[in-house]
């Protein structure tokens, strides 16, 4: 890949990791339960190191980190709609999953093409983990309050 279109696939990244830092941040002040609260808080302390991490990388590169509009497309405005109203935590959670798999799905496509550049190619596969961790721990309390459902 050419520098300048490294650059401009990492501004990509850069405002999509914006974004999620933004939505997680959203949604830990919406939440009530403790645990879920203190967990996305936590998420989006991650999502702001990846933005960091990013940053830097573009400016190595000889770039700017620069904010991309509307790179989520339809997503982010339904996970800002669920907030909006009485918070379904289970369909948050669930649309939160779609959000990181195509942050993975996007990210594995991008380390495809960068495997010659290894400091770049560790970065985008330490942000890509994080995001499985993330819809890995989304998975696992969508089993528990259904669970907790059932058992009422
Ligand atoms: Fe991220
Ligand atoms: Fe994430």
């Known amino acids: 890949m050419k520098q300048e279109d490294i650059i401009k696939k990492l501004n990509w990244f850069y405002s999509l990791e914006h974004n999620q830092v933004d939505l997680y941040t959203t949604q830990s002040k919406n939440t009530t339960d403790p645990y879920i609260k203190k967990t996305f808080a936590r998420i989006s302390t991650i999502e ?15 770039g700017r980190p620069t904010l991309l509009g509307n790179v989520m497309g339809s997503l982010s405005g339904r996970i800002l709609g669920k907030l909006t109203g009485k918070i ?10 779609k959000l990181e798999e195509k942050a993975m799905k996007d990210y594995k496509n991008f380390i495809a093409r960068v495997k010659d550049d290894s400091d770049l190619y560790e970065l985008l596969w330490s942000n890509s983990i994080d995001e499985d961790l993330h819809a890995g721990w989304f998975v696992k309390k969508i089993k528990e309050i259904e669970k907790r459902e059932t058992n009422k």
């Open 48 to 62: 702001q190191q990846h933005v960091n991490v990013i940053a830097d990388k573009i400016k190595e590169l000889g």
């Open 88 to 97: 379904d935590i289970v369909s948050l959670l669930k649309l939160n999953i």
